[in-house]
């Protein structure tokens, strides 16, 4: 069985920095995508940043330059570094994770930024 659990979420003042961890039940080279969404309150959940197999990188727009998505092979952890945050990245944190063409999501960590 498939399970990604995330960690790391807090509140923090606006400007500050958190890093977000996803734990993968299995190893995350097996994965042909991990990523990092998010679902602020009353609004949809969107994509934050992605990492396929090869190690290439994907950012929204609003995180460009501020967040670092990274994949720790050895540990089976996917990380979100997040930096500069802004009241607006105030949202409930997903990992998903695709392997062998289904979806899986973790439970969501809270991201709160305070400003």
């Known amino acids: 069985q498939v399970q990604l659990k995330e960690s790391g979420g807090d509140l923090v003042p606006a400007g500050g920095s958190l890093r977000l961890s996803c734990a993968a039940s299995?190893?995350?080279?097996?994965?042909?995508?991990m990523g990092w969404y998010r679902q602020a309150p009353g609004k949809q959940r969107e994509l934050v940043a992605v990492v396929p197999r090869d190690g290439s990188t994907n950012y929204a727009d609003s995180v460009k330059g501020r967040f670092t998505i990274s994949r720790d092979n050895a540990k089976n952890v996917v990380y979100l570094q997040m930096n500069s945050l802004k009241p607006e990245d105030t949202a409930v944190y997903y990992c998903?994770?695709?392997?062998?063409?289904?979806?899986?999501w973790g439970q969501g960590t809270q991201v709160t930024v305070s400003s």
């Open positions: 299995r190893s995350i080279s097996s994965f042909n995508v």
């Open positions: 998903k994770g695709i392997f062998l063409s289904r979806d899986y």
